[in-house]
């Protein structure tokens, strides 16, 4: 099993940043994908930056510029740096990651974080 531990989210005021981590620990062969999505109140959750192995990443077009992601392949972690946070970036940030669980079973794992809150005042 998988295990995913997120932290750094609170509340910030308009044009603040903030950091989030995610750590991934438990029984797998490796991790392919690793992203972030929130869910503000009211709506679904949206993807907001995703990151593979290889280093690409991807972006929600309303944080793009504002918004990094990076990961630490050594700890099985990754990040979200957030700047210039609205109000409407407040929502419960998810961790997202896959990978290989087994590769001689050719099993595959999903897993979500259990959320952080995310809230911008204006």
């Known amino acids: 099993q998988v295990q995913l531990v997120e932290s750094g989210g609170g509340l910030v005021q308009t044009g603040g940043s903030l950091r989030l981590s995610c750590a991934a620990s438990g029984k797998f062969f490796t991790i392919n994908f690793m992203g972030w999505y929130r869910q503000a109140p009211g709506k679904e959750r949206e993807l907001v930056a995703t990151?593979?192995?290889?280093?690409?990443?991807n972006y929600a077009d309303s944080v793009k510029g504002r918004v990094t992601i990076s990961r630490e392949s050594a700890k099985n972690s990754v990040y979200l740096q957030m700047n210039s946070l609205k109000p409407e970036d407040t929502a419960v940030y998810y961790c997202?990651?896959?990978?290989?669980?087994?590769?001689?079973?050719?099993?595959?794992?999903?897993?979500w974080g259990q959320g952080t809150l995310v809230t911008v005042s204006s």
């Open positions: 990151i593979t192995s290889g280093g690409a990443t």
């Open positions: 997202n990651v896959r990978g290989v669980a087994d590769v001689f079973r050719n099993s595959h794992f999903e897993e």
